[in-house]
Protein backbone atom coordinates (compact mmCIF):
# COMPACT_ATOMS: atom_id res chain seq x y z
CA UNK A 1 0.00 0.00 0.00
CA UNK A 2 1.37 3.52 -0.84
CA UNK A 3 1.91 5.99 1.79
CA UNK A 4 -1.02 8.10 0.61
CA UNK A 5 -3.23 5.16 0.82
CA UNK A 6 -5.39 5.96 4.10
CA UNK A 7 -4.78 3.51 7.01
CA UNK A 8 -7.18 0.07 7.30
CA UNK A 9 -8.37 -0.13 10.81
CA UNK A 10 -10.35 -3.14 12.00
CA UNK A 11 -13.66 -1.33 11.00
CA UNK A 12 -12.75 -0.99 7.17
CA UNK A 13 -15.31 -2.48 5.00
CA UNK A 14 -17.60 -3.37 7.29
CA UNK A 15 -21.54 -1.35 7.11
CA UNK A 16 -21.17 2.16 9.39
CA UNK A 17 -23.26 2.32 12.81
CA UNK A 18 -25.62 4.51 13.28
CA UNK A 19 -23.16 6.90 15.40
CA UNK A 20 -20.32 6.29 13.23
CA UNK A 21 -18.42 8.48 10.88
CA UNK A 22 -20.28 6.80 8.16
CA UNK A 23 -23.79 9.38 7.94
CA UNK A 24 -25.57 7.42 4.91
CA UNK A 25 -27.71 6.30 7.19
CA UNK A 26 -29.12 9.69 7.14
CA UNK A 27 -29.38 9.52 3.80
CA UNK A 28 -31.48 6.56 3.76
CA UNK A 29 -33.53 7.69 6.40
CA UNK A 30 -34.58 10.85 4.73
CA UNK A 31 -35.66 8.77 1.28
CA UNK A 32 -37.32 6.68 3.17
CA UNK A 33 -39.33 9.39 4.97
CA UNK A 34 -39.72 10.94 1.22
CA UNK A 35 -41.05 7.60 -0.29
CA UNK A 36 -43.69 7.13 3.07
CA UNK A 37 -44.25 11.06 2.46
CA UNK A 38 -45.09 10.29 -1.37
CA UNK A 39 -46.95 7.20 -1.19
CA UNK A 40 -48.65 6.44 2.69
CA UNK A 41 -49.60 9.16 3.78
CA UNK A 42 -52.10 10.19 0.66
CA UNK A 43 -53.41 6.36 0.65
CA UNK A 44 -53.66 6.42 4.11
CA UNK A 45 -55.63 9.35 4.44
CA UNK A 46 -57.56 8.84 1.50
CA UNK A 47 -58.77 5.67 3.07
CA UNK A 48 -59.40 7.38 6.64
CA UNK A 49 -61.13 10.32 4.28
CA UNK A 50 -63.82 7.89 3.10
CA UNK A 51 -64.92 6.86 6.59
CA UNK A 52 -64.97 10.42 7.55
CA UNK A 53 -68.48 11.81 8.48
CA UNK A 54 -68.16 15.63 6.63
CA UNK A 55 -68.24 18.40 9.51
CA UNK A 56 -68.25 15.93 11.98
CA UNK A 57 -64.84 13.73 11.96
CA UNK A 58 -66.34 10.54 13.54
CA UNK A 59 -66.25 7.41 11.91
CA UNK A 60 -69.22 6.64 9.33
CA UNK A 61 -70.41 4.81 6.89
CA UNK A 62 -72.72 7.73 5.46
CA UNK A 63 -69.79 8.78 2.29
CA UNK A 64 -70.74 5.22 0.74
CA UNK A 65 -74.72 5.33 0.94
CA UNK A 66 -73.75 8.59 -0.74
CA UNK A 67 -71.61 7.37 -3.20
CA UNK A 68 -73.69 4.44 -4.30
CA UNK A 69 -77.18 5.11 -3.35
CA UNK A 70 -78.28 6.62 -6.45
CA UNK A 71 -78.98 4.68 -9.82
CA UNK A 72 -76.78 6.89 -12.21
CA UNK A 73 -73.80 6.87 -9.39
CA UNK A 74 -74.02 2.86 -9.58
CA UNK A 75 -74.40 3.25 -13.74
CA UNK A 76 -71.19 4.96 -14.30
CA UNK A 77 -69.14 2.45 -12.33
CA UNK A 78 -70.80 0.10 -14.75
CA UNK A 79 -70.12 1.82 -17.55
CA UNK A 80 -66.15 2.17 -16.62
CA UNK A 81 -65.85 -1.48 -16.58
CA UNK A 82 -68.01 -1.47 -20.13
CA UNK A 83 -65.57 0.77 -20.83
CA UNK A 84 -62.38 -1.32 -20.07
CA UNK A 85 -63.31 -4.76 -21.23
CA UNK A 86 -64.47 -3.23 -25.16
CA UNK A 87 -61.11 -1.03 -25.12
CA UNK A 88 -58.98 -4.04 -24.05
CA UNK A 89 -61.09 -6.70 -26.42
CA UNK A 90 -60.36 -3.88 -29.61
CA UNK A 91 -56.75 -2.56 -28.58
CA UNK A 92 -56.56 -6.76 -28.72
CA UNK A 93 -57.53 -7.09 -32.22
CA UNK A 94 -55.18 -4.16 -33.14
CA UNK A 95 -52.38 -4.97 -31.54
CA UNK A 96 -51.66 -8.35 -31.61
CA UNK A 97 -51.56 -8.96 -35.53
CA UNK A 98 -48.89 -5.68 -35.73
CA UNK A 99 -46.89 -7.63 -33.13
CA UNK A 100 -47.06 -11.04 -35.14
CA UNK A 101 -46.25 -9.30 -38.04
CA UNK A 102 -43.10 -7.10 -36.69
CA UNK A 103 -41.54 -9.66 -34.32
CA UNK A 104 -41.83 -12.57 -36.28
CA UNK A 105 -42.54 -12.65 -39.89
CA UNK A 106 -40.68 -11.04 -43.13
CA UNK A 107 -43.70 -8.22 -43.06
CA UNK A 108 -42.23 -5.27 -45.31
CA UNK A 109 -41.79 -1.96 -43.04
CA UNK A 110 -41.08 -3.15 -39.35
CA UNK A 111 -39.20 -0.48 -38.42
CA UNK A 112 -41.81 2.04 -40.05
CA UNK A 113 -44.46 0.27 -37.75
CA UNK A 114 -42.68 0.69 -34.65
CA UNK A 115 -42.48 3.89 -35.27
CA UNK A 116 -46.01 4.17 -35.88
CA UNK A 117 -46.44 2.42 -32.42
CA UNK A 118 -44.34 4.45 -30.94
CA UNK A 119 -45.90 8.20 -32.33
CA UNK A 120 -49.28 6.31 -30.83
CA UNK A 121 -47.46 5.72 -27.41
CA UNK A 122 -46.45 9.10 -27.13
CA UNK A 123 -49.68 10.99 -28.17
CA UNK A 124 -51.31 12.28 -25.16
CA UNK A 125 -55.25 10.29 -25.26
CA UNK A 126 -56.76 13.70 -24.76
CA UNK A 127 -54.78 14.89 -28.01
CA UNK A 128 -56.60 11.73 -29.60
CA UNK A 129 -59.55 12.51 -28.55
CA UNK A 130 -59.47 16.13 -29.66
CA UNK A 131 -58.54 14.81 -33.07
CA UNK A 132 -61.28 12.59 -33.44
CA UNK A 133 -63.63 15.05 -32.70
CA UNK A 134 -62.82 16.67 -35.48
CA UNK A 135 -63.09 13.18 -37.65
CA UNK A 136 -65.99 12.07 -36.38
CA UNK A 137 -68.33 14.60 -34.70
CA UNK A 138 -71.56 14.02 -35.82
CA UNK A 139 -72.20 17.14 -37.47
CA UNK A 140 -68.97 18.66 -38.76
CA UNK A 141 -66.60 15.93 -38.31
CA UNK A 142 -64.37 15.40 -41.85
CA UNK A 143 -65.27 11.53 -41.68
CA UNK A 144 -68.76 12.44 -42.02
CA UNK A 145 -68.67 15.33 -44.55
CA UNK A 146 -66.88 12.96 -46.94
CA UNK A 147 -69.48 10.42 -46.69
CA UNK A 148 -72.07 12.96 -47.36
CA UNK A 149 -69.83 13.88 -50.41
CA UNK A 150 -69.79 10.82 -51.54
CA UNK A 151 -72.70 9.05 -51.45
CA UNK A 152 -75.07 12.23 -50.96
CA UNK A 153 -76.54 11.10 -48.10
CA UNK A 154 -77.85 13.87 -45.35
CA UNK A 155 -75.97 12.74 -42.90
CA UNK A 156 -72.68 10.37 -42.41
CA UNK A 157 -72.42 7.73 -40.23
CA UNK A 158 -70.29 8.24 -37.64
CA UNK A 159 -70.76 10.12 -34.15
CA UNK A 160 -67.92 10.24 -31.65
CA UNK A 161 -70.38 11.46 -28.94
CA UNK A 162 -71.67 7.58 -27.91
CA UNK A 163 -70.42 4.64 -25.95
CA UNK A 164 -68.70 2.89 -29.01
CA UNK A 165 -66.86 5.96 -30.15
CA UNK A 166 -65.64 6.48 -26.51
CA UNK A 167 -64.28 2.57 -26.82
CA UNK A 168 -62.74 2.74 -30.08
CA UNK A 169 -60.76 6.52 -29.03
CA UNK A 170 -59.32 4.58 -25.85
CA UNK A 171 -58.97 1.34 -27.60
CA UNK A 172 -56.71 3.63 -30.50
CA UNK A 173 -54.33 5.11 -27.65
CA UNK A 174 -53.67 2.29 -25.21
CA UNK A 175 -53.17 -0.73 -27.66
CA UNK A 176 -49.10 0.04 -27.48
CA UNK A 177 -49.31 -1.41 -24.50
CA UNK A 178 -50.42 -5.16 -25.68
CA UNK A 179 -48.28 -4.52 -28.75
CA UNK A 180 -45.11 -3.92 -25.62
CA UNK A 181 -45.90 -6.86 -24.30
CA UNK A 182 -46.78 -9.14 -27.00
CA UNK A 183 -43.63 -8.48 -28.88
CA UNK A 184 -40.97 -8.80 -26.16
CA UNK A 185 -42.56 -12.31 -25.75
CA UNK A 186 -42.74 -13.17 -29.35
CA UNK A 187 -39.35 -12.18 -29.84
CA UNK A 188 -38.08 -15.06 -27.56
CA UNK A 189 -39.60 -17.47 -29.28
CA UNK A 190 -37.34 -19.85 -31.20
CA UNK A 191 -38.51 -20.88 -34.62
CA UNK A 192 -37.80 -24.25 -33.95
CA UNK A 193 -41.27 -24.90 -32.37
CA UNK A 194 -43.14 -23.40 -35.37
CA UNK A 195 -40.47 -25.46 -37.75
CA UNK A 196 -41.71 -28.74 -36.01
CA UNK A 197 -45.54 -28.13 -36.51
CA UNK A 198 -44.56 -27.46 -40.52
CA UNK A 199 -42.91 -31.02 -40.34
CA UNK A 200 -46.69 -32.19 -38.88
CA UNK A 201 -48.55 -30.68 -41.81
CA UNK A 202 -49.52 -27.45 -40.29
CA UNK A 203 -49.43 -24.37 -42.33
CA UNK A 204 -48.24 -20.80 -41.48
CA UNK A 205 -51.45 -19.53 -40.11
CA UNK A 206 -52.64 -22.79 -38.41
CA UNK A 207 -48.80 -22.87 -36.39
CA UNK A 208 -49.08 -18.92 -35.60
CA UNK A 209 -53.08 -19.85 -34.06
CA UNK A 210 -52.16 -23.14 -32.74
CA UNK A 211 -48.42 -22.81 -31.33
CA UNK A 212 -46.70 -18.89 -31.35
CA UNK A 213 -49.46 -17.16 -29.67
CA UNK A 214 -50.37 -19.22 -27.30
CA UNK A 215 -46.82 -19.31 -25.93
CA UNK A 216 -47.43 -15.83 -25.70
CA UNK A 217 -50.66 -15.74 -24.13
CA UNK A 218 -49.20 -14.71 -20.85
CA UNK A 219 -48.08 -11.63 -22.62
CA UNK A 220 -51.25 -11.11 -24.02
CA UNK A 221 -53.61 -11.33 -21.62
CA UNK A 222 -51.25 -9.01 -19.37
CA UNK A 223 -50.91 -6.36 -21.98
CA UNK A 224 -55.11 -6.57 -21.74
CA UNK A 225 -55.43 -6.25 -18.41
CA UNK A 226 -53.32 -3.24 -18.71
CA UNK A 227 -54.94 -1.92 -21.42
CA UNK A 228 -58.50 -2.93 -19.05
CA UNK A 229 -57.31 -0.46 -16.24
CA UNK A 230 -55.77 2.05 -18.52
CA UNK A 231 -59.64 2.23 -19.83
CA UNK A 232 -61.05 2.94 -16.41
CA UNK A 233 -58.30 5.19 -14.86
CA UNK A 234 -58.72 7.46 -17.97
CA UNK A 235 -60.09 11.32 -17.18
CA UNK A 236 -59.63 12.96 -20.32
CA UNK A 237 -61.13 11.02 -23.29
CA UNK A 238 -64.52 10.21 -20.99
CA UNK A 239 -64.69 13.92 -19.92
CA UNK A 240 -64.57 14.86 -23.86
CA UNK A 241 -66.41 12.36 -25.44
CA UNK A 242 -68.42 11.14 -22.27
CA UNK A 243 -70.12 14.16 -20.96
CA UNK A 244 -71.58 14.99 -24.14
CA UNK A 245 -72.67 11.99 -24.78
CA UNK A 246 -74.82 12.21 -21.57
CA UNK A 247 -73.10 9.26 -19.80
CA UNK A 248 -70.68 8.85 -16.93
CA UNK A 249 -67.96 7.12 -16.16
CA UNK A 250 -66.46 6.43 -12.88
CA UNK A 251 -63.71 9.30 -13.17
CA UNK A 252 -65.93 11.77 -14.45
CA UNK A 253 -68.09 11.05 -11.46
CA UNK A 254 -65.34 11.72 -9.13
CA UNK A 255 -64.62 15.32 -10.88
CA UNK A 256 -68.14 16.05 -10.63
CA UNK A 257 -67.82 15.25 -6.69
CA UNK A 258 -64.93 18.31 -6.24
CA UNK A 259 -67.67 21.11 -8.08
CA UNK A 260 -69.34 23.24 -5.98
CA UNK A 261 -69.47 22.55 -2.73
CA UNK A 262 -66.32 19.92 -2.55
CA UNK A 263 -67.19 16.49 -1.22
CA UNK A 264 -64.06 14.90 -0.69
CA UNK A 265 -65.42 12.41 1.82
CA UNK A 266 -67.76 11.40 -0.68
CA UNK A 267 -65.41 11.39 -3.93
CA UNK A 268 -62.68 9.08 -1.72
CA UNK A 269 -65.62 6.40 -1.09
CA UNK A 270 -66.63 6.22 -4.34
CA UNK A 271 -63.22 5.60 -5.44
CA UNK A 272 -62.67 2.25 -3.42
CA UNK A 273 -63.90 0.46 -5.76
CA UNK A 274 -61.67 1.38 -8.57
CA UNK A 275 -58.83 1.24 -6.42
CA UNK A 276 -59.68 -2.44 -5.39
CA UNK A 277 -60.36 -3.65 -9.34
CA UNK A 278 -57.14 -2.38 -9.80
CA UNK A 279 -55.23 -4.10 -7.35
CA UNK A 280 -57.20 -7.37 -7.82
CA UNK A 281 -56.51 -6.91 -11.97
CA UNK A 282 -52.63 -6.19 -11.26
CA UNK A 283 -52.31 -9.00 -9.63
CA UNK A 284 -53.79 -11.33 -11.93
CA UNK A 285 -51.55 -9.57 -14.15
CA UNK A 286 -48.66 -10.28 -12.11
CA UNK A 287 -49.21 -14.08 -12.18
CA UNK A 288 -49.85 -14.84 -15.53
CA UNK A 289 -46.73 -12.71 -16.53
CA UNK A 290 -45.03 -14.85 -14.28
CA UNK A 291 -46.13 -18.47 -15.14
CA UNK A 292 -43.49 -20.73 -15.53
CA UNK A 293 -45.11 -23.42 -17.84
CA UNK A 294 -44.31 -21.33 -21.17
CA UNK A 295 -40.49 -22.38 -20.57
CA UNK A 296 -40.18 -21.76 -24.58
CA UNK A 297 -40.21 -17.89 -23.27
CA UNK A 298 -37.71 -18.18 -20.73
CA UNK A 299 -34.92 -19.52 -22.84
CA UNK A 300 -32.57 -17.81 -24.63
CA UNK A 301 -31.30 -20.79 -26.83
CA UNK A 302 -32.47 -21.62 -30.61
CA UNK A 303 -32.58 -19.61 -33.70
CA UNK A 304 -35.10 -16.86 -34.58
CA UNK A 305 -36.23 -16.97 -38.36
CA UNK A 306 -38.69 -14.56 -39.92
CA UNK A 307 -41.60 -16.03 -41.18
CA UNK A 308 -41.90 -16.09 -45.00
CA UNK A 309 -45.60 -14.78 -45.70
CA UNK A 310 -45.53 -14.25 -49.53
CA UNK A 311 -48.18 -12.30 -50.85
CA UNK A 312 -49.84 -11.94 -47.55
CA UNK A 313 -46.96 -9.97 -46.20
CA UNK A 314 -48.19 -6.97 -47.82
CA UNK A 315 -51.76 -7.63 -46.74
CA UNK A 316 -50.37 -7.78 -42.83
CA UNK A 317 -48.67 -4.24 -43.86
CA UNK A 318 -51.94 -2.64 -45.51
CA UNK A 319 -53.73 -3.67 -42.29
CA UNK A 320 -50.60 -1.96 -40.12
CA UNK A 321 -50.63 0.84 -42.09
CA UNK A 322 -54.97 0.87 -41.40
CA UNK A 323 -54.36 1.04 -37.80
CA UNK A 324 -51.37 3.43 -37.98
CA UNK A 325 -53.68 5.78 -40.43
CA UNK A 326 -56.36 5.84 -37.66
CA UNK A 327 -53.92 6.80 -34.67
CA UNK A 328 -51.41 8.47 -36.07
CA UNK A 329 -51.90 9.82 -39.67
CA UNK A 330 -55.81 10.82 -39.73
CA UNK A 331 -55.31 12.56 -36.21
CA UNK A 332 -52.83 14.53 -36.53
CA UNK A 333 -53.44 15.69 -40.35
CA UNK A 334 -56.74 17.12 -39.44
CA UNK A 335 -55.01 18.49 -35.89
CA UNK A 336 -52.53 20.11 -38.14
CA UNK A 337 -55.13 21.29 -40.19
CA UNK A 338 -56.78 23.10 -37.42
CA UNK A 339 -54.31 24.16 -35.78
CA UNK A 340 -53.13 26.30 -39.00
CA UNK A 341 -56.62 27.14 -40.25
CA UNK A 342 -58.47 30.13 -39.63
CA UNK A 343 -61.85 28.32 -38.86
CA UNK A 344 -60.65 24.58 -39.15
CA UNK A 345 -64.37 23.74 -40.15
CA UNK A 346 -63.91 25.38 -43.79
CA UNK A 347 -61.76 22.77 -44.92
CA UNK A 348 -58.01 22.60 -46.71
CA UNK A 349 -57.57 25.77 -48.78
CA UNK A 350 -54.56 28.77 -48.98
CA UNK A 351 -57.15 31.28 -47.99
CA UNK A 352 -57.87 29.42 -44.82
CA UNK A 353 -54.14 29.09 -43.69
CA UNK A 354 -53.23 31.14 -40.54
CA UNK A 355 -50.30 31.06 -38.02
CA UNK A 356 -52.84 33.39 -35.83
CA UNK A 357 -53.32 30.39 -33.80
CA UNK A 358 -49.50 29.72 -32.53
CA UNK A 359 -49.28 33.68 -32.39
CA UNK A 360 -52.17 34.05 -29.76
CA UNK A 361 -50.97 30.72 -27.97
CA UNK A 362 -47.24 32.14 -27.34
CA UNK A 363 -47.99 36.22 -27.38
CA UNK A 364 -51.40 36.95 -26.41
CA UNK A 365 -53.26 34.65 -24.81
CA UNK A 366 -53.12 35.28 -20.88
CA UNK A 367 -51.60 31.51 -19.74
CA UNK A 368 -51.33 29.39 -22.63
CA UNK A 369 -47.29 29.91 -22.61
CA UNK A 370 -46.95 29.93 -19.12
CA UNK A 371 -48.74 26.73 -18.85
CA UNK A 372 -46.26 24.96 -21.33
CA UNK A 373 -44.04 26.25 -18.98
CA UNK A 374 -44.91 24.94 -15.96
CA UNK A 375 -45.87 21.59 -17.26
CA UNK A 376 -42.13 20.91 -18.22
CA UNK A 377 -41.12 22.64 -14.80
CA UNK A 378 -43.22 20.49 -13.05
CA UNK A 379 -42.42 17.60 -14.82
CA UNK A 380 -38.50 17.81 -14.69
CA UNK A 381 -38.79 18.67 -11.02
CA UNK A 382 -40.65 15.36 -10.79
CA UNK A 383 -38.28 13.52 -12.49
CA UNK A 384 -35.83 14.39 -11.15
CA UNK A 385 -37.36 13.95 -7.66
CA UNK A 386 -38.17 10.68 -8.57
CA UNK A 387 -35.11 9.27 -9.87
CA UNK A 388 -33.38 10.10 -6.66
CA UNK A 389 -35.49 8.74 -4.82
CA UNK A 390 -36.04 5.35 -7.07
CA UNK A 391 -32.45 5.23 -7.11
CA UNK A 392 -31.87 5.83 -3.34
CA UNK A 393 -34.80 3.20 -2.89
CA UNK A 394 -33.52 0.69 -5.28
CA UNK A 395 -29.79 0.50 -3.76
CA UNK A 396 -30.99 0.76 -0.15
CA UNK A 397 -33.44 -2.97 -1.81
CA UNK A 398 -30.94 -4.78 -3.74
CA UNK A 399 -28.34 -4.00 -1.23
CA UNK A 400 -30.27 -4.81 2.00
CA UNK A 401 -29.10 -1.87 3.73
CA UNK A 402 -32.15 -1.94 6.12
CA UNK A 403 -34.37 -4.66 7.23
CA UNK A 404 -37.66 -5.60 5.87
CA UNK A 405 -35.83 -3.61 2.07
CA UNK A 406 -38.20 -5.20 0.00
CA UNK A 407 -41.25 -3.36 2.06
CA UNK A 408 -39.68 0.00 0.58
CA UNK A 409 -39.72 -1.66 -3.29
CA UNK A 410 -43.32 -2.33 -3.08
CA UNK A 411 -44.14 0.80 -1.73
CA UNK A 412 -42.09 2.39 -4.96
CA UNK A 413 -44.04 0.34 -7.50
CA UNK A 414 -47.47 0.55 -5.36
CA UNK A 415 -48.41 3.92 -7.45
CA UNK A 416 -48.69 1.71 -9.91
CA UNK A 417 -52.32 0.17 -9.14
CA UNK A 418 -53.59 3.61 -8.10
CA UNK A 419 -55.33 5.33 -10.66
CA UNK A 420 -54.25 9.20 -11.20
CA UNK A 421 -57.77 10.36 -10.12
CA UNK A 422 -58.06 8.30 -6.97
CA UNK A 423 -54.04 9.53 -6.27
CA UNK A 424 -55.10 12.94 -6.53
CA UNK A 425 -57.91 12.64 -4.08
CA UNK A 426 -55.07 10.78 -1.87
CA UNK A 427 -52.70 14.24 -2.36
CA UNK A 428 -56.28 16.58 -1.47
CA UNK A 429 -57.21 14.94 1.69
CA UNK A 430 -53.80 14.47 3.12
CA UNK A 431 -51.92 17.98 1.81
CA UNK A 432 -55.09 20.27 0.86
CA UNK A 433 -56.33 21.23 4.77
CA UNK A 434 -54.03 23.16 7.24
CA UNK A 435 -51.28 22.63 8.19
CA UNK A 436 -50.15 22.25 4.92
CA UNK A 437 -52.52 23.51 3.10
CA UNK A 438 -50.46 22.73 -0.53
CA UNK A 439 -53.64 22.58 -2.61
CA UNK A 440 -53.21 24.76 -5.93
CA UNK A 441 -49.39 25.10 -4.92
CA UNK A 442 -46.37 24.18 -7.63
CA UNK A 443 -45.50 21.84 -4.78
CA UNK A 444 -48.48 19.25 -4.74
CA UNK A 445 -48.46 19.26 -8.41
CA UNK A 446 -44.82 17.76 -8.38
CA UNK A 447 -45.47 15.93 -5.22
CA UNK A 448 -48.24 14.06 -6.83
CA UNK A 449 -46.61 13.95 -10.22
CA UNK A 450 -42.99 12.44 -9.02
CA UNK A 451 -45.47 9.90 -6.63
CA UNK A 452 -47.32 8.77 -9.76
CA UNK A 453 -44.75 8.13 -12.08
CA UNK A 454 -42.24 6.40 -9.35
CA UNK A 455 -42.91 3.02 -10.53
CA UNK A 456 -41.04 3.32 -14.13
CA UNK A 457 -37.81 4.76 -12.67
CA UNK A 458 -37.42 1.96 -9.68
CA UNK A 459 -38.11 -0.51 -12.39
CA UNK A 460 -35.54 0.52 -14.22
CA UNK A 461 -33.12 1.82 -11.20
CA UNK A 462 -33.52 -2.26 -9.92
CA UNK A 463 -33.10 -3.34 -13.16
CA UNK A 464 -29.64 -1.04 -13.86
CA UNK A 465 -28.42 -2.16 -9.89
CA UNK A 466 -28.87 -5.43 -10.08
CA UNK A 467 -26.25 -5.82 -13.11
CA UNK A 468 -23.73 -4.10 -11.23
CA UNK A 469 -20.85 -5.90 -8.99
CA UNK A 470 -21.25 -4.32 -5.11
CA UNK A 471 -17.39 -5.28 -5.65
CA UNK A 472 -16.87 -1.91 -7.12
CA UNK A 473 -18.62 -0.12 -4.15
CA UNK A 474 -16.88 -2.55 -1.36
CA UNK A 475 -13.32 -1.61 -3.23
CA UNK A 476 -14.66 2.55 -2.16
CA UNK A 477 -15.58 1.35 1.08
CA UNK A 478 -12.56 -0.27 1.98
CA UNK A 479 -10.41 2.74 1.28
CA UNK A 480 -12.11 4.47 3.34
CA UNK A 481 -15.01 6.19 1.81
CA UNK A 482 -18.56 6.08 2.54
CA UNK A 483 -21.45 4.64 0.96
CA UNK A 484 -22.51 7.93 -0.33
CA UNK A 485 -19.49 8.08 -2.01
CA UNK A 486 -19.73 4.90 -3.59
CA UNK A 487 -23.06 5.77 -4.48
CA UNK A 488 -21.85 9.54 -6.15
CA UNK A 489 -18.51 8.04 -7.56
CA UNK A 490 -19.67 4.72 -9.21
CA UNK A 491 -22.75 3.91 -9.27
CA UNK A 492 -24.34 6.68 -10.05
CA UNK A 493 -21.32 7.44 -13.04
CA UNK A 494 -21.83 3.58 -14.31
CA UNK A 495 -25.75 4.00 -14.51
CA UNK A 496 -26.06 7.07 -15.61
CA UNK A 497 -27.29 5.91 -19.28
CA UNK A 498 -30.11 4.20 -17.44
CA UNK A 499 -30.43 7.17 -14.88
CA UNK A 500 -31.35 9.28 -18.54
CA UNK A 501 -33.91 7.06 -19.71
CA UNK A 502 -35.96 6.63 -16.28
CA UNK A 503 -36.17 10.62 -16.31
CA UNK A 504 -36.73 10.59 -19.78
CA UNK A 505 -39.81 8.18 -19.37
CA UNK A 506 -41.14 9.99 -16.14
CA UNK A 507 -40.65 13.03 -17.68
CA UNK A 508 -42.50 12.63 -20.86
CA UNK A 509 -45.47 11.71 -19.39
CA UNK A 510 -45.19 14.01 -16.24
CA UNK A 511 -45.28 17.06 -19.14
CA UNK A 512 -49.15 15.76 -20.29
CA UNK A 513 -50.78 14.39 -16.91
CA UNK A 514 -54.38 15.33 -16.78
CA UNK A 515 -55.73 12.56 -14.63
CA UNK A 516 -53.80 13.85 -11.45
CA UNK A 517 -53.26 17.77 -12.61
CA UNK A 518 -57.03 18.18 -12.72
CA UNK A 519 -57.86 17.90 -9.62
CA UNK A 520 -54.58 19.40 -8.08
CA UNK A 521 -54.03 22.57 -9.87
CA UNK A 522 -54.75 26.12 -9.00
CA UNK A 523 -55.25 29.34 -10.56
CA UNK A 524 -51.35 30.44 -10.72
CA UNK A 525 -50.55 26.03 -11.45
CA UNK A 526 -52.41 25.53 -14.51
CA UNK A 527 -50.58 23.15 -16.91
CA UNK A 528 -50.94 22.34 -20.67
CA UNK A 529 -52.84 19.42 -20.35
CA UNK A 530 -55.62 21.41 -18.20
CA UNK A 531 -55.24 24.09 -20.38
CA UNK A 532 -55.94 21.88 -23.40
CA UNK A 533 -58.85 20.29 -21.68
CA UNK A 534 -60.86 23.92 -20.60
CA UNK A 535 -59.94 24.79 -23.95
CA UNK A 536 -61.60 21.40 -25.55
CA UNK A 537 -64.96 22.59 -23.15
CA UNK A 538 -65.47 26.00 -24.69
CA UNK A 539 -64.69 24.78 -28.25
CA UNK A 540 -61.83 26.66 -29.31
CA UNK A 541 -60.21 23.84 -31.53
CA UNK A 542 -57.77 25.87 -33.41
CA UNK A 543 -55.97 27.21 -30.51
CA UNK A 544 -56.12 23.50 -28.70
CA UNK A 545 -54.77 21.92 -31.87
CA UNK A 546 -52.03 24.59 -31.89
CA UNK A 547 -51.15 23.87 -28.27
CA UNK A 548 -51.41 19.90 -28.42
CA UNK A 549 -48.74 20.74 -31.31
CA UNK A 550 -46.39 22.57 -29.38
CA UNK A 551 -46.31 20.53 -26.50
CA UNK A 552 -45.63 17.62 -29.41
CA UNK A 553 -42.86 19.67 -31.23
CA UNK A 554 -41.16 20.39 -27.64
CA UNK A 555 -41.41 16.59 -26.81
CA UNK A 556 -38.97 15.28 -29.95
CA UNK A 557 -35.78 16.42 -28.69
CA UNK A 558 -36.13 14.59 -25.94
CA UNK A 559 -36.80 11.46 -27.87
CA UNK A 560 -34.28 11.92 -30.01
CA UNK A 561 -31.72 12.39 -26.75
CA UNK A 562 -33.17 9.17 -25.65
CA UNK A 563 -33.02 7.39 -29.00
CA UNK A 564 -28.98 8.83 -29.45
CA UNK A 565 -28.29 7.37 -25.36
CA UNK A 566 -30.26 4.43 -25.49
CA UNK A 567 -31.58 2.98 -28.03
CA UNK A 568 -34.19 3.44 -31.11
CA UNK A 569 -36.96 1.95 -29.33
CA UNK A 570 -36.08 3.11 -25.61
CA UNK A 571 -39.85 4.18 -24.56
CA UNK A 572 -41.44 0.72 -25.94
CA UNK A 573 -38.60 -1.42 -24.82
CA UNK A 574 -38.21 0.03 -21.67
CA UNK A 575 -41.68 0.19 -20.97
CA UNK A 576 -41.86 -3.20 -21.17
CA UNK A 577 -39.36 -4.04 -18.51
Known amino acids: MTAASPALGPEAGRPARLGGRDSSWLLWLAIIATLLFLVVSPFVYLVMTSFTGEGTGGFTLDNYVAAYGRERYVQALINSLELGMGSALLAGVLAVPLAWGVSRTNMPGRGFVRMLVLATFITPPYTGAVAWILLAGP ?10 LVTGADAGPFNIYSFPGLVTVVALYSFPYIFIFTT ?63 FNVVTTQLFQFFGNPVRVEVAAAYAMPLLGVTILLVLVQRLMTRRKGFVSLTGKGGERRPIALGKWRWALFGYAMVVGSLSVFLPYLFLMQAAFAKAWGRGFSFDNLSLRNFHFILFEHATAALSVWHSFLFGGAAATLGAVVTLGVAYIVTRRLVPYAEILGFLCVAPFVIPGVVLAIGFYAAYAPPPLALYGTSMIMILAFTTRFLPIGYVNASSALRSLNPEMEEAVRVLGGSRITALRRVVAPLLKRSLLGAWLLMFIPATRELS ?16 IFDMSEEGNFEYLAALALILQVLTLPLLYIGQRAIGRDFMLRRTAT
Open 139 to 148: NAGWLNKFYV
Open 184 to 246: AALELVSSEMEDAANILGAGTWKTMRRVTLPLALPAILGGLIICFLEAIALFASPAMIAIPAR
Open 516 to 531: TAIFLYGPNTKVVSVM
